[in-house]
């Protein structure tokens, strides 16, 4: 009996990679605080912060170096993929004009990766880890 060969979905890869992008070019505009530590008092029991804006920034950049290690390519990979247009298809003729057709591997391995990570989706990268109440005895 033949045993049918599994076939990769390689639309999820691309859709982690198109939505993980459009947030990284909205996350390079956002403006960049920072919070003075002081003596005030704080809550009891600590919760699990949500990622800010730089660990997004940060996560995702580390994912691009281990993609794309070499230095060169990764400088044209972040230029192409900065291009911010309101169309995306804009953005897909820019990015196959700078990078050609090595530009599908890189998207698919990214996405995944973004996958891997858990940075895809973002809406559960950016979301608190819900946790119960501790007991008090």
């Known amino acids: 009996m033949n045993k049918k060969k599994k ?3 390689f639309s999820k890869p691309k859709r982690a990679f198109d939505s993980v992008m459009a947030k990284y070019r909205v996350s390079e505009t956002a403006l960049i605080g920072s919070v003075a530590l002081g003596s005030a008092c704080g809550a009891k029991f600590k919760r699990k912060i949500k990622p ?5 920034r940060a996560d995702v950049l580390n994912a691009i170096k281990v993609v794309v290690p070499n230095t060169d390519d990764r400088l044209w990979f972040m230029t192409a993929y900065s291009f911010d247009s ?4 804009d953005i897909e003729r820019f990015v196959s004009l700078m990078l050609g057709d090595r530009r599908h591997s890189w998207e698919q391995r ?4 973004f996958i891997d990570l858990g940075i895809y989706p973002t809406k559960a ?3 608190e880890a819900r946790h ?3 007991e008090t005895v």
Not at 110 to 113: C, V
């Open 7 to 9: 076939v990769k979905n």
């Open 52 to 56: 800010s804006v730089i660990e997004f």
């Open 86 to 89: 309101p169309n995306p298809i």
């Open 110 to 113: 990214l996405g995944q990766k």
């Open 125 to 127: 990268y950016f979301s």
């Open 132 to 134: 119960e109440k501790p």
